[in-house]
């Protein structure tokens, strides 16, 4: 499919938002930014909008979804939201809450190894976009795609989402195995161990599990949790390190939504008893009930099994 120059709203003027922005416009898009902050009405923003990418925090998800029901859109366009996150109240994924909310618009998930700032720099790197549709999924694909951003689709929207926002936890476990100094040994057994403890939730919930071997799952681990510039990574390191979570959090210049999550997968692992050792530490560790190096020796001391158990 041939883009043709579309008309783009970016939600969410932070450094995601406006990275994606930045490669919309490489494609001769029109693209329009919007944030609470801007001069426009979100109304104006999205009056003319043929594809609608949220960008936001999972904090402002549900906000930015009330304000546009709000508003009548055209059934036609397409929703695309870009947010590794899960609702605190519902437990749910921000897909779907936008589905819930707009159940007649087609909807895309895009997720992948895809930190903002090297984004920024115009570094190469590659995403997933996935979708029910596949025309949609095909029409970000193009909105998107460049010689700095390579896109692929596939049609597992659950899993791409919940790769790239389970990550973020197991992005905060890395930190704190950096910030010990535990050495590239254990770095390495955390991550492989990490990413079937991401498969158990995701299939639990209904993704598919080849999902987690892609971009948005094994990839978008990879680098947030070997990246200083992951803020979740940093959340880990820092509290290896010695400082507390409050200071930590003062000091961000953005949301770690591995904090939230945490706090929402230790729920779902309850409610359906999936086996999740290594978030339970992180949480744990969060909750301020044990210290890093506690984390680790509990890790350490679990019962033997078998490696492809649980």
Known sequence: MENSGKMVTVLGAGHWGNGLASLVKKKQNSVCVWSRQSSDSLEQAVASAEVIISAVSMKGVKPTIAALQAINLKPETILATATKGLDLETLQTPSQLWHQAFPEQHL????????????????????????LDP?????????LSSEQFRVYVNADPLGTELGGTLKNVMAIA?????????????????LTRALPEMMRVGIAL???????????????????????????????????????????LMESDGTAEGINTTDVVIQIAKARSLSVP????????LQGLITPQIAVKNLMARDLTSEFSV
């Open 108 to 131: 895309v998930v895009l997720s992948g190894p895809n930190l903002s700032k090297e984004i920024a720099a115009g570094l190469p790197t590659a995403t997933a976009v996935a979708s």
């Open 135 to 143: 025309t949609a999924a095909e029409t970000v694909q193009n909105i």
């Open 174 to 190: 890395a930190g704190v195995c950096d910030g010990l100094n535990l050495g590239t040994n254990a770095k390495a057994a955390l």
């Open 206 to 248: 209904g993704a598919s599990p080849e999902t987690f071997f892609g971009l948005s799952g094994l990839g978008d681990l990879l680098a947030t949790c070997n990246s200083a510039l992951s803020r979740n990574y940093q959340v880990g390191y820092k509290l290896a390190g010695g400082k507390s979570l409050t200071q930590i």
């Open 278 to 285: 290594i978030t339970y530490q992180v949480y744990a560790l």
